[in-house]
């Protein structure tokens, strides 16, 4: 077990149990590393099996966060180190977080995730399989991988093109910063609650009359968050999503990403969301932004364990690409803002460098997810 997860057990009625795993390194914003996925893993499966355990919390510890996404910078310092044993690095961690990723989204007992604070890369990838996904007020969430030279991965092929209009390509491209109120507009959350809410929604959860058909606790869960989202309610905060529709679907009515790249150079704005979205993308990693196009179109009719497949692929090619080594590099461990990208900007790049991220590096039979059905 890892000490950056605490379990948890809150007894119930009929000695019947509340299961509640803490990410616990505040101090990282409880970014996620290798064992707290090995974690996390093995206990949602022990409570899969265990008839006691009725419900899931899924939190994180501290104020600031529930959990800032996956730690690339140990991926880095492999890859820098020895290119082979990193390329072995990578696919056991996006494996192991993708295995997770699936097994949250399929679970069939209630999980509820507390999404407080900073919900970005990894942390989506933990909140939107869910069952019940609660915001609040601090909720800060965005999907960044344009900055650092990766792509939105975690399922952001299957979410992603679950958004309303284009929204889903343009968080991609954008990296852009979306509060609880676009949470629940682009579907990516169920309910918002105050954060000090938490211990009350705990409470009430305990002293709830379980039963043992497992959908009959999903709809407990569901009347419980309703009644305390009833108060939250108008402290929702305004969609900047909801708020742009228009603009986002005049900037996304292109037929290619070069002339979106065209259009969104001179686009003139003095709308501060609008416009520090759009310089996400034009400062963002030209290789990603076709990744973002790509994995968007292809994505579309995949089923879910068809997008953690080709995002395996997908995650562990741009290791080997170079381009994400270098925005870590620049982003997170020199931190000067200043990479050096392969290819200066979208219209340099050639569709054959695109295709090879999306080569097989195994067999189908011996794909690390192909077990997942």
Not at 192 to 214: G, I, N, P, Y
Not at 218 to 235: C, G, M, N, Q, T
Request: with cysteine.
């Amino acid at each position: 077990m890892s000490d950056a997860i605490v379990v948890s057990c809150l007894p119930c009625e009929g000695g019947l149990q509340i299961g509640v795993l803490t990410l616990n390194r505040p101090s990282s914003l409880n970014a996620i590393n290798q064992s707290m996925i090995d974690c996390l893993y093995e206990q949602l499966l022990a409570w899969k099996q265990d008839e006691r355990v009725v419900c899931i919390m899924l939190k994180g510890e501290g104020d600031k966060a529930f959990c800032a996404g996956g730690d690339v910078r140990q991926l880095f310092t492999a890859l820098r180190k020895d290119v082979k044993a990193g390329q072995q690095e990578a696919e056991q961690f996006f494996s192991h977080e993708y295995r997770l990723d699936y097994l949250i989204h399929t679970y069939p007992k209630p999980i509820v995730v507390w999404g407080h604070g900073i919900v970005m890369g990894g942390g989506l990838g933990l909140m939107v399989g869910g069952s019940h996904r609660v915001v609040t007020e601090t909720t800060r969430m965005a999907m960044p991988e344009m900055a650092i030279g990766l792509y939105p991965d975690v399922g952001g092929s299957w979410f992603l093109n679950r958004m309303p209009e284009k929204t889903g390509l343009f968080c991609g491209l954008t990296g852009c910063a979306l509060n609880a109120g676009d949470a629940l507009y682009a579907g990516l959350a169920d309910r918002f609650l105050q954060h000090s809410m938490l211990q009350e929604v705990l409470d009430a959860m305990r002293l709830s009359t379980w039963q043992k058909e497992s959908e009959a606790n999903h709809a407990i869960v569901s009347k419980i968050l309703r009644r305390f989202a009833k108060a939250a309610e108008p402290l929702i905060p305004e969609s900047n999503l909801q708020q742009h529709k228009q603009q986002i679907q005049r900037l996304m009515d292109h037929d290619t990403l070069a002339e979106i790249y065209h259009d969104w150079l001179h686009y003139d704005t003095t709308d501060h969301w609008l416009e520090k979205a759009i310089k996400g993308f034009l400062q963002g990693c030209p290789t990603t932004a076709y990744l973002v196009w790509e994995q968007i179109k292809r994505g579309r009719h995949l089923s879910l364990s068809e997008v953690f497949q080709m995002e395996l692929t997908l995650s562990v090619q741009c290791c080997l690409h170079g381009d994400l080594v270098e925005g870590v590099r620049s982003r997170l461990v020199d931190k000067d803002n200043n990479p050096k990208w392969r290819y200066a900007s979208v219209l340099d790049i050639p569709k054959e460098w695109v295709e090879t991220h999306f080569e097989s590096l195994w067999p189908a039979d011996q794909h690390p997810l192909s077990s997942l059905v």
